[in-house]
C-alpha cells in the first residue's frame, strides 16, 4: 500500500497551491485521511483531517481558515488546497490514512504515511 503527496513547489507569500494524495493497490474511502508537515528543524505538525464520508474536517491552528481539506472517494484522491501561503508554511507535507473512519489528529491513529511532498514559499 502506498501514498504519494504531490503537487508541491515554489510559491511566493500570499499565493495558492493545491496538493493531491493518491493511494495504490488500495482503496481508503472507508478510513479517516489527513495531512501532516514538517518543516526543516521543527517537529511533525498536524495540518488538516477528514472523515470517510468527506463531511466531517478538522484544522490546525495555524492553517484554519486558509487551508480547506477535501476527498473524492470515486477516485481514491486527497487534497488540501492551500490559500494566503506564509513562508512558515514551507515544510515537506505528507497525506495519511487513519485507522478507523474518522479524521483525527493524533499520530498513533494513523496506520499509513504517504511519500511527501515539498512545499517552499517565499517571502
Known amino acids: 500500500v502506498q501514498l504519494q503527496a504531490s503537487g508541491g513547489g515554489l510559491v511566493q507569500a500570499g499565493g495558492s497551491l493545491r496538493l493531491s494524495c493518491t493511494a495504490s493497490?488500495?482503496?481508503?474511502?472507508?478510513?479517516?485521511m489527513g495531512w501532516f508537515r514538517q518543516a526543516p528543524g521543527k517537529e511533525r505538525e498536524f495540518v488538516a483531517a477528514?472523515?470517510?464520508?468527506?463531511?466531517?474536517?478538522i484544522y490546525g491552528d495555524s492553517v484554519k481558515g486558509r487551508f480547506t481539506i477535501s476527498r473524492d472517494n470515486a477516485k481514491n484522491m486527497l487534497y488540501l488546497q492551500m490559500n494566503s501561503l506564509k513562508p512558515e508554511d514551507t515544510a515537506v507535507y505528507y497525506c495519511?490514512?487513519?485507522?478507523?473512519?474518522?479524521?483525527?489528529?493524533?499520530?498513533?491513529?494513523?496506520?499509513?504515511w504517504g511519500k511527501g511532498t515539498l512545499v517552499t514559499v517565499s517571502s
Open positions: 493497490r488500495r482503496t481508503f474511502s472507508n478510513n479517516g
Open positions: 495519511v490514512a487513519s485507522r478507523g473512519a474518522a479524521g483525527t489528529e493524533r499520530t498513533s491513529d494513523m496506520r499509513y
Open positions: 477528514i472523515d470517510w464520508r468527506g463531511i466531517s474536517t
